[in-house]
């Protein structure tokens, strides 16, 4: 019994905390390492430099499924989009039958915490839309929907942006935090959601400077609530911790501290679109809820300001050291390149994010430009706590690319809907990489093409993009390269590998 005891002990110490920052929509070239083509970008991100610099960053991160829910199924679940069982945000809740690596780490000796808008239950909004069912002791707001049966230790769980306000009244815990602060517009009370709502819905005459303002903010919010699960963790176990932050999603709303702080600045415009016009913000010392590339950078910005409040409590806790940090997101945003906002499309914007991971066994100040895949952080993690993968997962381990090795796959799949894709580096004859190439097969026309990309043929459009050169997907260099083409397409799904075969077809 001792020896076990001792084993155990010795194994959590050889265990490093693993810490996954995860905001929201967060494309890959708004990390403040990257200038746009057309125009330099004035972003500050002091913290996510810090993070590089004590760690590994990576150029070609990309998601396995660009909306929310499906990306999220598929890290939590170690598979790709085709097998993961979330196909879209609102058809059904991530299938708890189903092992996540949150439970295979709880299994390896880890305490688990969640914090934010994970979206593992978004169809039924934390079980409020079924009634929470066969769950007899959830109620509304305290978030623990199946967040047992998804392999949590403790948590903090609610929707983000629009889901909390989707009900005349809160259903889940943001939506109550709000309800239970009260604001003031000179002297009348307000209260914090009616506040929240209205800067929403863009009323101006509740959405003020001092009835929206800094902790009322929800990412200000799930910083906090990392803070507070970190502080009330059980001591001499080894834990993890997903924080989900609901920002930069749209609305781009931003308390007036926030939009202020980037007045002046000049942000450049979208990549093929007729509007390309770079924007400067004004201040105005209000809150503003505008589809802006200056709101936008305002939100990460303050993004990067939280993760320094949660790593800079893990230092204080004296765990730093020993602590794993991933930051990265679950799809990015158009902003209007090509003319289109949002996601799900496979265009880099949409379809590739930051991603930077620091701590014990990784290289320090190294930068990465294979590709790599989001749903491989779960992998990751696993392999630094000792875990393997259950049978079914996908997801491999990219720890060697985090300690200056080769080992890693040679391929990275993503897709949704109507489309796949896969993105691989091409080696020449002599051993020398020619550059990654991204492959995209949808049936029929691919949402959001470019204004350079070809048309269906037979049903089907291919494009093939150097993304190493061509980061806005704008040079389809499909009818030069068949070869390529021919060896990427069968990396595909084979519904789509037999689709796109038929556009050569006469």
């Known amino acids: 019994m001792i020896s076990s005891v001792v084993m155990g002990l010795a194994a959590a110490a050889n265990q490093p905390n693993l810490l996954l920052l995860f905001p929201d929509q967060w494309r890959y070239d708004w990390d403040g390492f990257h ?4 125009g330099e970008l004035p972003l500050n991100t ?8 004590r760690g590994t960053r990576f150029t070609q991160a990309y998601v396995p499924a660009p909306v929310c829910a499906p990306s999220r199924s598929c890290l939590a679940s170690g598979r ?4 993961a069982g979330v196909p879209s945000n609102f058809q059904n809740d991530y299938p708890i039958s189903q092992t996540t690596f949150y439970t295979l780490l709880k299994d390896a000796g ?5 914090t934010g808008k994970d979206d ?6 934390l079980g409020y839309r079924n009634g929470y069912q066969n769950c007899s002791y959830c109620k509304d707001g305290d978030g623990l929907y199946h967040q047992a049966e998804l392999g949590f230790s403790d948590g903090l ?5 629009d889901d909390v306000i989707n009900t005349a009244q809160p259903h889940e815990m943001y939506g109550f935090y709000l309800r239970n602060h009260t604001t003031h517009i000179g002297s009348k009370n307000v209260s914090g959601w009616d506040a ?3 800067c929403m819905h863009k009323n101006y005459e509740l959405c003020t400077s001092t009835t929206y303002y800094g902790d009322l903010y929800e990412d200000t919010y799930t910083a906090n609530n990392a803070v507070e699960l970190l502080k009330r963790k059980p001591s001499g176990k080894p834990w993890f911790m997903h924080v989900s932050f609901p920002g930069p999603h749209p609305p781009f709303l931003v308390t007036a501290p926030m939009h202020d702080s980037v007045a002046g600045r000049v942000w450049p415009g979208p990549t093929d679109y007729t509007k390309n016009i770079s924007e400067v913000c004004i201040a105005t010392g209000e809150p503003q809820n505008n589809y802006t590339r200056c709101n936008y950078g305002a939100e990460i910005e303050h993004l990067d300001s939280l993760f320094k409040q949660v790593i800079d409590t893990v230092e204080e806790m004296g765990e730093l050291d020993n602590t794993i940090i991933c930051a990265t997101s679950d799809h990015g945003e158009m902003l209007y390149d090509h003319g289109d906002t949002g996601k799900t499309m496979p265009w880099q914007g949409s379809s590739s994010v930051p991603l930077i991971c620091a701590g014990p066994g990784i290289s320090e100040n190294v930068t990465v430009g294979r590709p790599v895949a989001t749903l491989d952080v779960s992998g990751t993690f696993l392999d630094f706590a000792g875990a393997k993968p259950v049978e079914g997962m996908t997801t491999v381990s990219f720890k060697s690319l985090l300690q200056k090795g080769t080992d890693y796959k040679k391929t990275v799949n993503s897709g949704l809907n109507k489309w796949r894709m896969v993105v691989q580096d091409a080696t020449a004859d002599d051993g020398v990489t020619k550059g990654s190439f991204k492959y995209i097969c949808c049936e029929d026309k691919c949402p959001g093409t470019p204004s350079t990309g070809p048309q269906p043929k037979n049903g089907w459009m291919e494009m093939l993009i150097n993304v190493s050169e061509d980061l806005f997907d704008m040079h389809d260099l499909a009818p030069q390269n068949p070869n390529l083409v021919a060896a990427l397409r069968a990396e595909l799904p084979p519904a789509y590998a037999a689709g796109c075969a038929k556009i050569s077809e006469h």
Not at 157 to 161: E, P, V
């Open 196 to 198: 929240h709502v209205a």
């Open 35 to 38: 200038t746009l083509n057309t």
């Open 110 to 114: 880890y305490h688990t915490m969640t």
């Open 157 to 161: 769980r609610y929707s983000g942006k």
């Open 46 to 53: 002091p913290t996510l430099h810090q993070l590089a610099a």
């Open 120 to 125: 593992l239950t978004k169809a039924t909004q």
């Open 80 to 83: 790709e989009y085709d097998e």
